[in-house]
């Protein structure tokens, strides 16, 4: 999930001007453009079939056009300030905001496209200032991901408070294998990885120096020192993560179900699924939404934009939602299609229960998200190599308010 963010301000100027310009160039009336990130052979295969399906039953050609996840946003930037802009763009959901807060997407709902069935943390995850942009066709969250013959052999239970998660890592690392893994890198991995803790603990990302963010880093830095964690985790992506928990390097690990895949490609690797532990008994694992929303950019071409809706709602349908996830292995964003997921997929039952509680990371802040990442990304790696969590929050938070 690393992400390079750009500036409100660059965006802006960028979006504001193709808007104020119109469509600047000539298109083919049935064909329309899906620019996305599926540069994955599988991925980019679903999202052709999907296409493929629409295009079939609204009478027009669709076009895939993937880009590396990172270039996203800086891609989008330069087609509008070409007027060059695809008709249906796909965004991580964490960088829509930018684009929307400059201008450059239309709302959904004036499209025709309805929330209903959406549960609230959904629909928020692809809404800014209220409006809805953005319509996901799946989510994902994070989860504790165990190996079950290690966990069983060393006679340890599957930990569900952070007191027991502590003890648990610190029993199963011996002999060159940790208890846990996870990122805690310096990229949007690291913040993704650590907002479980942070919300559950009650912390809150307009209060990064406050004393409940502060505990939670602290939490890992106690990881650390009990050896449970490795020295690396400052550096691990989520796919490193995954790496080490396959070569039996950890016995758990925090991620994603977009590891299942990979996973299940070993069948001598036994695993299983279950909450992120919480501080207290009883509390709510409440981690970030992932994924992506399809968004439809303001090009000034009505007709286009109207029909660009039709395909947006035909993607994110109830039907196409399902297929999707079931390929995927993420939980669909429709509440109906969600429980028929559940029922095709039970070994991942857990991982929407995440779901139901997880929260949008831009819910509160927008578009000003970016700036507290990159604050929380700093924070980490002064933390783990040595500096108090308060100090590296402190600093954090004074990062965050001035942009510096």
Known sequence: ??????????????????????????????VYTVMNSSTDESYHRWDAEAMARCGERLGVTIEQQSVPAAQVMTKALRMASSKSLPDIVQFDASEMPTFADAGGLVDLGTLGLSTDGIPEGIVEFGSYNGTYYGAARSVNTLALFYNKDVLDEAGVRVPTTWAQLRESAKQLTRDGRYGLALSAGGAEDGVFQFLPFMWSNGGDETDLDGPKVVEALDYWKGLLTDGSLSKSTVNWTQADVNDQFMAGNAAMMVN?????????????????????????????????LGGAVLTVPNTGDEERERTAGRIVACLSSEKEQLTYALNSWMVPANARAAAAWRERVPELDSLADQVAVARSRTAQLGAGWSGVSLALQSAFQSALTGQSGESALKRAQQRATSGN
């Open 1 to 30: 999930m690393s992400k390079r963010f750009t500036s409100l301000a660059t965006a802006s100027v960028l979006v504001a001007g193709a808007a104020l310009a119109g469509c600047g160039q000539q298109r083919d009336a049935d």
């Open 256 to 288: 994603g179900p977009w590891q299942v895949e990979t996973l299940n490609g070993d069948e001598s690797l036994h695993w299983g699924l279950a909450p992120i532990p919480v501080p207290r008994a009883g509390d709510d694992s409440v981690g970030p």
